[in-house]
């Protein structure tokens, strides 16, 4: 058995009110993010790096459905192939998906769907699909595009998540078995910049061991730049 925690945003240390929980490991679950926008912007470059390194890399980290031009020109991050796996291809043109799809094992993070994720999952699936830019605000359906495949859908809750969040919770989920309601979060965060400067995030972020919200590595940096143009021009 081991002794579940997350981790503090700022180093790797975690408090001990989180570690309590424990969870029996399930063998790495993959993870597809069909990428339906015609360019990477830095906060979503930040997302998708945070998402290779809690899920394992390429191995088990995949955008598929990606612009041909985008695909030809790929920042140097995501051209790395250790990091993501890439593909102009729909979901279902991943053989190995389409294999899992055949015998039910893929599974749809949808908003719209009846049931929420829980930890048997894991034992039920071994893809798991993200439409688009779950981070969206205010959120459009991007899921719908993926209805059509008929994966069996999940949700998970009613807030809106970042796609990393998404991720980091699905993988908290089925892999190291903690239920969704377990899970401690921070909805709408307000980051502070000074006596009279912050931002409202309008979303929900999992919680590190100081309740503060986990974000990619840069990405207060990157909201900071933004804030005095207004962070709606950033999404």
């Given at each position: 058995m081991k002794i579940f925690s997350f981790p503090?945003?700022?180093?790797?240390?975690?408090?001990?009110?989180?570690?309590?929980?424990?969870?029996?490991?399930?063998?790495?679950?993959?993870?597809?993010?069909e990428h339906m926008e015609d360019g990477i912007f830095p906060w979503v470059l930040l997302e998708?790096?945070?998402v290779s390194k809690d899920v394992g890399g390429a191995d088990h980290f995949f955008l598929t459905s990606m612009n041909p031009d985008l695909h030809a020109s790929l920042p140097?991050?995501?051209a790395d192939k250790s990091v993501v796996?890439?593909?102009?291809?729909?979901?279902?043109?991943l053989p190995a998906v389409s294999a899992?799809?055949?015998?039910?094992r893929v599974c749809l993070l949808d908003p719209g769907a009846e049931q929420e994720l829980v930890p048997e999952?894991?034992?039920?699936?071994d893809w798991y699909v993200f439409g688009g830019i779950l981070g969206d605000h205010p959120p459009r359906d991007r899921t719908a595009e993926l209805r059509r495949y008929g994966f069996a859908g999940r949700r998970l809750g009613p807030v809106q998540m970042t796609t990393d969040?998404?991720?980091r919770v699905t993988k908290t989920v089925v892999e190291e078995r903690l239920p969704l309601d377990k899970i401690p979060y921070v909805d709408f965060p307000e980051l502070r910049w000074s006596r009279r400067e912050s931002t409202e995030m309008p979303f929900r972020y999992v919680a590190?061991?100081?309740?503060?919200?986990?974000?990619?590595?840069?990405?207060?940096?990157?909201i900071k730049a933004d804030a005095s143009r207004g962070f709606g021009d950033m999404l």
């Open positions: 503090s945003s700022a180093d790797t240390q975690s408090s001990s009110i989180y570690s309590h929980y424990y969870y029996s490991s399930t063998a790495m679950a993959n993870y597809v993010v998708y790096l945070a140097p991050q995501l796996t890439t593909t102009t291809d729909e979901v279902i043109a899992a799809a055949a015998a039910g999952d894991g034992d039920r699936f969040t998404a991720i590190d061991a100081n309740n503060e919200p986990i974000m990619p590595e840069g990405m207060r940096e990157l």
